[in-house]
């Protein structure tokens, strides 16, 4: 292996490990095919991600920064990158070292992205294109109050309606579902007889999903982080404002609203499993890798049922057990259809 492929590799494999833990257990199961281009959409997006969340640069910087990245990733300036300022918040987290390592190989991700196909490099360019986006908003609306949020805040920033929760979510996640989507039916089943619009569309409420799913989960930790992603019109509906949010106290009182949103959520999700058995049945790996997200969040869904989702203490996560049971129980169900269809509906213990 030449000393240039051996390092895209590494690119593609153990960094991608180290700053996707959970989601690599996909991109592993992912046929060959279709791997290194989600893999390398995935380390820009989360290369787009650190830029925008290292809270020790000013919002400015950061913006100036997420853009300076996105035309370099649509292909518009040519420029060379410096995210030192970046890298260095002191932080000696496993997780913020990987982010730190993945800045510093921004351009070699760069390079790989003019290693594939033209119609491919557009695919990629297009959702990155559509998350960058996202995240810009994300800073003009929230970056303003990352420092001054806490328990005497008493105009905590959030977002103002549903549909500006559904914009969010399309724009960081529910693109994702069509890039996917576009993705594997290029490469793995072009000719297959689906319905395209349908499939797209289960897509997009695939990705939703999955990041409501982080919303519902990390409502505490976004609070005091200066953002709430739920929406003050439904808030005040229910004679709540953000700041209300960081008392644990109020839970009993944002219970219906917060179980609509999971109601929502799991809607979603039976969307992204709709979608999971519409793909050809022959796409084993490409089921799986859909499927395990769909449970884990499932499962998710139902810990946050149960659990405290004010309070700050309380880290409400599935398990690496309970996830190796998940990926081990779809494994024996696959080649019994009712066993499979029927995981979605089993409370995964």
Not at 254 to 272: C, F, I, K, S, V
Request: glycine content about 6%.
């Amino acid at each position: 292996m030449a000393p240039a492929e051996k390092d895209s590799r590494q690119l593609l494999t153990s960094l991608l490990r180290d700053v996707a833990r959970s989601f690599y257990l996909t991109m592993r199961v992912l046929p060959g095919a279709i791997r290194p281009q989600i893999s390398l959409a995935y380390l820009l997006a989360r290369t787009t991600d650190t830029i925008a969340d290292t809270e020790i640069v000013p919002v400015a910087e950061r913006l100036q920064a997420l853009d300076h990245l996105r035309a370099r990733i649509l292909g518009q300036t040519t420029p060379p990158l410096d995210f030192v300022k970046f890298q260095s918040d002191g932080s000696l987290s496993p997780t913020r070292a990987a982010e730190a390592v993945l800045l510093s190989r921004a351009e070699d991700a760069l390079a790989l992205l003019t290693a594939f196909t033209p119609e491919d490099q557009q695919l990629i360019r297009e959702v990155l294109a559509t998350i960058t986006s996202g995240q810009a908003l994300d800073l003009q609306r929230f970056g303003g109050a990352e420092h001054s949020a806490g328990a005497g805040t008493p105009n905590l920033p959030a977002l103002q309606t549903d549909a500006e929760l559904e914009d969010y979510t399309y724009r960081v996640a529910g693109c994702v579902g069509e890039f996917w989507t576009r993705l594997c039916r290029a490469h793995l089943f072009p000719r297959a007889r689906l319905d395209a619009a349908s499939l797209l569309a289960d897509g997009v409420r695939f990705g939703k999903g999955l990041q409501l799913v982080n919303v519902l989960r990390d409502l505490p930790a976004d609070l005091r982080r200066g953002r709430c992603y739920l929406p003050l019109a439904k808030l005040s509906a229910a004679g709540l404002a953000p700041a209300d949010l960081l008392d644990p106290a109020n839970e009993p009182r944002l219970r219906p609203l917060y179980r609509d949103y999971l109601a929502l959520t799991e809607a979603h999700l039976a969307a992204g499993w709709a979608y999971t058995n519409r793909l050809p049945a022959g796409q084993v790996r490409v089921r799986l890798a859909c499927a395990w997200p769909v449970l884990i969040g499932l499962r998710t869904l139902d810990k946050l049922r149960a659990g405290r989702v004010l309070d700050p203490t309380q880290r409400i996560k599935v398990s690496r057990a309970e996830i190796r049971q998940i990926l081990v129980r779809s494994l024996l169900a696959y080649p019994w259809p009712r066993a499979w269809r029927n995981l979605f509906g089993q409370t995964v213990n």
